[in-house]
Nanobody, 114 residues
Framework: VQLQASGGGLVQPGGSLRLSCTASGAVGSYNVMEWHRQASGKQRELVARSFSGGATTYADIAKGRFTFSRDTATDPGYLQMTSLQPEDTAVYYC?????????WGQGTQVTVSS
């Protein structure tokens, strides 16, 4: 499975972006999808996690501002981000755990600046 994140770009503070993750290959029904981000000079951090069974959890940095949605259990989904702030500037990655294996997508740059 190959993952690719897209939808990043430059946005002003307070703005919104929608990131998408696409997968080539069969994702598998029982999986965990995640979004992570890594700012320059910082460690990669978890943003949101979605279980194929339907549950979704968010890191504190995302609660109330970001929404991780998936159309089906095998859809990698997308991350709707609102009220973006400069501290949200980072490369955002999608991640998949399925059948005992981990897959990382190439990231997409999000820059929040006026």
């Amino acid at each position: 499975v190959q993952l690719q994140a897209s939808g990043g770009g430059l946005v002003q503070p307070g703005g919104s972006l929608r990131l998408s993750c696409t997968a080539s290959g069969a994702v598998g029904s029982y999986n965990v999808m995640e979004w992570h981000r890594q700012a320059s000079g910082k460690q990669r951090e978890l943003v949101a996690r979605s279980f194929s069974g339907g549950a979704t959890t968010y890191a504190d940095i995302a609660k109330g501002r970001f929404t991780f949605s998936r159309d089906t259990a095998t859809d990698p989904g997308y991350l709707q981000m609102t009220s973006l702030q400069p501290e949200d500037t980072a490369v955002y990655y999608c991640y998949l755990y399925v059948r005992g294996r981990q897959y990382w997508g190439q990231g997409t740059q999000v820059t929040v600046s006026s």
